[in-house]
């Protein structure tokens, strides 16, 4: 699992969840905040793993959560954020490896490359701004509550 940062905040972490029973689970590292040139940050570190279907599934709605720190003060790493019905594009046989992009506005899009870069898996294109994949987070009370009140988020 690794991961691209396009937006101006620093990703401490990040998980992903299936529905219920299906063993779908995962996550990635820290990312650093992008540069200013509009290119993103992270892409050499990963982690394992993420486990998903061998076969792509077209109703297959994830979740994703991630702590993103956007005082940068040095005393929190932030709060958690929480994108509902995540899917993923279309890959085949032959996949690769497994991406989480974040984009400004938190939004986030995942990706499994499979070698079809004209498929919508290919991490080194920025997905478009109408990318009908890019989900928008909205903040996690729940997770913010029981990571605020020392309590486990995992």
């Known amino acids: 699992m690794q991961a691209l940062n396009y937006t101006p905040w620093y990703i401490h972490t990040f998980s992903i969840t299936g529905p219920e029973g299906s063993d779908i689970s995962g996550g990635g590292p820290n990312v650093m905040p992008a540069e200013g040139d509009n290119k993103p940050s992270g892409g050499g570190k990963g982690t394992c793993c993420l486990s998903y279907p061998r076969k792509w599934q077209p109703d297959l709605r994830l979740t994703v959560r991630w702590l993103a720190d ?85």
């Open 70 to 154: 956007k005082k940068m003060d040095g005393k929190t790493f932030g709060y958690w954020y929480k994108a509902e019905n995540v899917r993923i594009a279309q890959y085949g046989s032959q996949n690769g490896g497994a991406w989480m992009i974040f984009l400004p506005g938190d939004r986030v899009r995942l990706m499994i490359t499979d070698g079809n870069h004209d498929g919508g898996n290919n991490p080194n294109n920025r997905p478009a701004d109408d990318d009908p994949l890019v989900v928008k987070g909205v903040l996690d009370d729940e997770w913010n509550r029981l990571y605020r009140e020392g309590g486990t988020t995992q």
